[in-house]
């Protein structure tokens, strides 16, 4: 993406994001508060800040820094500029806002580690997105994602075009190696699945081999992991499933290797990196 | 740090690490717990399996995966191998555990979340320490923390050998340049904090020059940080102060500058992406 | 179900359970405890009591009297003579419990509520799934259930032999009047849905009337809710659709009508009344 | 009651209602959010809706309603146009809402189930009080409620014409039959509460005969529970007291029964199943 | 009371105590927990401390001791050698503790702040008991408590020989003097309030004046209190009323006055000073 | 200080205020509101009313009032006329608020007991530091503070004049006795904590006697105790410093001996009396 452009991306409900933002500030603030400010800063002194991107990317997470600051200011201006999703050039401003020089300072630190954190990941996940670009092929992200920060990180891999893989252990089924190994085959593991699953969960089986994807699609999955296969094997998987069945490719994916996995004709590719180790966005808070 | 060396860090207590895990949990799990497992595994089947290192890297958070397994089966076994602080290879085991195989299947993702995190900021920390070998610098986090997991990220920079910057806005005093223009100059800033400030807190003060830095340190600050100064700069900088301040060299900083940076004789290094930016090390839980 | 048949459900873990039976055993406590107990009885005294079926019924949520007990006498021995998701006939033993005097009645009151609350709903459940039996349809529940109990009244609902509709407004699509009047067709909300929703998410929408089902039948959705039909209307879709997508019969559900709505042919009937109007199972704590 | 009327109730403060409607809320949201409403309807689109009664009851709960489209459109205009413990008949509109479609939708389920759920309990408790008519016998409720919604059942009680018994094992003693068994007798287990309870703490007791009830009038307990006894003994236990003790009578009861048991001349009549088997009162949301 | 004397009082539920006790050690342990020990202490070092009165008094709040220190080691040994409601010499050992050293020194001022709070607490009421001592007058607290204890502080108060009113705003009546003016007398206040109150409640009137009393006897109520009443008045409230009603003394209260007030005739006396001023027992930790 | 006088405190933030306000109201209101209230007083009744001082003394918690009433009633007025800090005499008044008349007698309470035990701590704190004025020592607190309140009366103490020793075990290092014990003297202590200590963090180390003090000093940590020194031992440990270290006297100081405690050449002053013994102030809530 280039500045401008923008994935268009519901937000997520302010009754999901304040109370995490509020868990950071009161974390940020401990026992006696922001003591720096306290002794330098009057009471009544106000401040016009501007949340400014000092590198490209894709922005996430703007929601937290707007409720950090109505958190420890109510009367606070936050104005927006740009928008979840939307990508910014380097030096661009995201967002001004207006009120209480106390309490925009408190709630700098917590508004840009959110912000910078979410749109981090949504630059990553842009930067898979983009090369995977003419072909069938989604970025998907996994589990893996920071404990507490679940709904926020998967709001941020759609933000860069990404697309969500199941939510948690209880929303949709997943079945891994050690399932089958304690099922004793990838067959009788779908059937255990078939008999316990409601009609509105969807299933997917992870396969290792060619052969055990045969096996899969005899009993009708949604969706097949080929987990860790080579390209070749991937371009068979699909000649072979040609479209019945949705394929996810995992394992081994790094932004060198995601186009040639996206051309070989798979569905999806599931990057763990996209929340686990996406490196913040660097966005600064400058005086205006 | 090679496979085997050892950075020996005090182990936080339970009470601190116990609600971030079952929050992991209950999040991960949410309202119909592991859907797949109860299809697949019988209730009382047992697992073992072993947290094993996929790359090199230095340890931390083992007590999430032990209290992450305990919160689920209050009976298994856990027996750590490895200890936080610890460099491991790749291939190497970190700990074993036996229990039931629901239990630990749903315990899996939770564990790995927060040991590979955790892990991979000690990792990161112990690449920043080495190249700063054999100087006086010590590496430093920020508060550029993750929202929520503050104190664990704290823990795994010491893990790596790194060093603590205060935990929050509350527990020391950082003068940055906003607070430098409020007050109009930063020795009038230091004389407000002074008569402020409690006896057991440090006052720190961020100065961008060496005209600002002989002005702090007129008033005797316990430290002052160089913020974005040019290496001859922060050179020039250690002289002058001879030890009389804590120095903390601040911005500018990755694996490629941290030596140069080191070498100019400052105190400290603060390194923000030691906790906004580290990779996840790759640990995985295998059958054993 | 008669005595002694059992429906096979696997159990929550505990750690969903048991922040649900502290909280209720807090509200009965109050800020005093049980003061009557403590007037009473002396503080040494033990007990053995029984929890007996007074009605013939379906068990479910022995996990919760289990867990009251043990959070007021972690000492306490807890015997299950029954399991949930069985049959259990008028004046049997369900479970026996020896501990002490003061923690046992204490804890009756919400072991009762909450075991008799949701076997009531599995009762419920079993005489729904009963006059359903020797047809394809499935009895499933919907989001109508209590504030803070769903996860444990979905499982209620599962030990009655029934199925389970999504758990949140987060984990499945169910578009509904409301949706399509805002699209403007069933149609255009289906291709909208299904330009948004992940891969792990299935897709259902509710149709008034037969010429709806046809133009939802285009667009694939998974599920598909015929909302008030008419018997002749449901067994017309039925013989439409010939089980291409499922088809859930929803409204005017009652234990009168529910056989011939199950012998039209759909796949599924939801029942609101499983968990908003099911009268509790009566369930006593006898002396042993 | 018929249409129109009303029991006049005082409301619970929103401090108490609020915390259980956002927990509600959040259950029902999880961890995506609305995923139908985000996919279907246009973030900036409003609705106009009526919260309408399908069948004729008495309302309980509004405050539940008005507060959870609060907690997701702060800006929404609700507009009541019945109160709590007012009879309404089927199709009388109840309140009608103005605001952002998406919150409106995703605020639905849970205003519902909690306005249904509370509207149902005084529904039946008006029932019982109607049957009562004439009498002196108040209808009053147990502690057989759903957990965590305790405060708000016992107002929905009220809201039905009935009267509360004790909220809490802490705020009144209630002498049972396992209290008497351990203290040898009905008069010393009264010796033992009177020498203990506090000044503000009312007494009451047990009894299965009436022997005992003798036995118990002996210490002057505030009120005397009469457990399944036959209506015959109703009679002689109410010529017996005259007055001189709160006579409630308990077990048995149901909408035949508790005609005949009011005119026996007891004071109280509890019934377990307004709170543990009331059916919810149907009502609808539709557009205006 | 002398040492060795003994108030039996009922322990209160570990479930209400426990949640204070972590609460008040997750305050003192911050994000980084004790520090000073983990530089000082080896991991692996046991301790041996006593739990020892400086200073003579009233014990109450040994659980809390306990509890403090089971959070942080759960397999220390505690174990005590008086009991809450005991009076203690200058010296003597309350409780002596064998475990972890770093444990027992972070829980060690949790546990001293609350047991030497509440023990505060019940010396003071032993000396405003002792002094009332004969007469028919008990000493009782008031809702004055300190927030977040109320529960902690309402038991210290019975270890010392005093006893309750009533817990909060909803579990008993009290009608004020601002009440009294809204209703425009004493008299149609308690009409009110007999209208509105449940069968299990308790109604208390404050009067200011023999006059008012006069009037409110009318209306008996159960309790009446005599608000700063002189002496002289007390002793004609207490003929008048000759035992039909509870007569509470309330305002004035000091240790010099109390004998005289308890000497007047007066059922109850009650004193905020119990829990809103009452001095820290003091109490050490003492190697053993 | 007399009434006028004010000390300069900078607030607490609403966001660590709040939540103790919301929690205080929810125990004082329970599960049923405020019932008497409810029966006495039209739903629709304004109160105007006046925080008044009964007895003179230096203010503290007026946030606690002001978010109390708002918390109940969010349109009410609430007017400040004396601020955190500043001391009043008896009959002058606080603060005025008008609002809903049942919001106003609920939150009252809640409103007095925090803003009269915090306004005690900073009457207690002002009487100690008026004894210590026109020498270099102040006086300063202790952790022995009331479970759950630490932030809110530490910030009291500042209200009266006085200044906060460390907020918990986190924030700084205090060496007592059971570490030198542990480490085999006091240098050994001090050499073990300089080397883990981080940069931003203070050091204190106690000690008993003139001897240990000298070996302390070769150590030069930021602060030294003394405990329990007697005057003459003070006197000399101050000569001896010479201003090198800050000297905190610690033990035996009450109003009768802080004068001369201060007189001795002391730096600071530490009284756990402070927080764990002060009388409330007297404040009522009078109509207006």
């Not at 926020?152 to 948690?168: D, M, P, Q, S, T």
């Not at 089924?173 to 067959?187: E, M």
């Not at 040639?260 to 005086?287: E, F």
Request: charged share 25%.
């Amino acid at each position: 993406m280039t500045a401008g452009e923008r994935v268009v991306v519901e937000p997520l409900p302010d009754l999901i994001v304040e109370p995490i933002v509020r868990l950071a500030l009161a974390e940020d603030l401990g026992r006696a508060g922001d003591i720096t400010s306290a002794a330098c800063i009057p009471a009544e002194a106000r401040l016009g800040l501007a949340f400014v991107a000092r590198k490209p990317g894709v922005l996430a997470g703007l929601a937290c820094a707007r409720l950090a600051v109505a958190a420890l200011d109510p009367g606070a201006r936050f104005e927006s500029r740009k928008q979840d999703g939307e990508a910014v050039a380097a030096g661009e401003t995201i967002a001004v806002v207006d009120g209480g020089a106390r309490a925009l300072l408190a709630a700098e630190r917590t508004a840009l580690n959110l912000m910078g954190r979410l749109s981090g990941i949504a630059t990553l996940t842009a930067a898979y997105v983009s090369r995977a670009a003419g072909t069938r092929a989604r970025i998907i992200d996994t589990r893996k994602t920071t404990p507490g920060l679940r709904a926020l990180e998967k709001h941020a891999v759609r933000c860069g075009g990404g697309a969500n893989h199941r939510f948690g252990l209880d929303d949709a089924i997943l079945i891994k190696d050690n399932h089958v190994a304690a099922c004793g085959g990838v067959a009788e593991a779908l059937r255990r699945v078939r008999a316990h699953a409601g009609h509105m969960v969807k299933v997917e089986v992870e396969v290792d081999s060619l052969a055990q994807l045969r096996e899969a699609l005899e009993e009708k999955p949604d969706v097949i992991m080929l987990d860790n296969f080579a390209l070749a094997d991937l371009r068979e998987a699909a000649a072979l499933v040609r479209g019945r069945v949705v394929l996810e490719a995992s394992g081994g994916v790094d932004l060198d290797t995601v186009g040639d996995i996206a051309r070989t004709g798979v569905d999806l590719i599931s990057v763990g990196a996209l929340t686990h180790s996406a490196p913040v966005l660097d966005i600064g808070l400058d005086a205006v």
